[in-house]
């Protein structure tokens, strides 16, 4: 069978939630990134605690779409192990617009926040637009394996990267952590607070309420 896979580029569109209004009062933003199987608007009712009038959070909305068994629920993916520099392109392209679209001002506090799957999307993407966030959150997610000490250098020494995860997270084990561990503190060493607390995969609200 002679088959040949080729490549075009094309112009596509795709929605992003947003929780509260940007203003005058507005002294924290968040940039956040759901996990697998969810939808961005979805993934904001975590941040409803946060005060409103204080913290406005943006919901990039990862592309691939698919149908989760039995209930035929809709989730979303943002990138598999095919074709993933492409993919990951296309992302970086998508979450310029938004961010462009957003116009965020220099100001205000910015938390990159990623969960689950979002934690490779939020690294790579402030490494290779060089964000300067008050505080980054990696919350029961895998650091991308290429991403080094030197992708973090460029960090303000004032940025705080929060490493969460549940002692009980059934895609963890205590290998799997400590390897994690081990490799965040390496990356980011004294800018590093890991916060473990007891339970599973799920997201940690009181964490999130905690972080301003």
Known sequence: MNTTEKEITYTTSN??????????????IWLVFHGM??????????????????????????????YIQPKMHVGANWLTRD???VGMQNIMNYIDAVLETEGIPSDKNLIIFGYSQGVSIATRYVTRRQLQPTKLVLHSGGIPKELSSKNFQYLSETCKVKLIYGTKDEYLDEV???????????????RLAVLPFEGKHVVNVDYINNLV
């Open 176 to 190: 799997r952590i400590e390897i994690e561990r081990k490799r965040a503190n390496e990356l980011f060493g004294k």
């Open 83 to 85: 074709n993933t520099e």
């Open 15 to 28: 929605s992003y939630a947003t929780l509260n209004q940007l203003n005058k009062d507005t002294k924290t």
């Open 37 to 66: 199987g969810y939808l961005s608007q979805y993934f904001l009712r975590y941040f409803k605690n946060l005060n409103p009038n204080e913290n406005y959070v943006i919901a990039p909305q990862a592309p691939s779409k698919y």
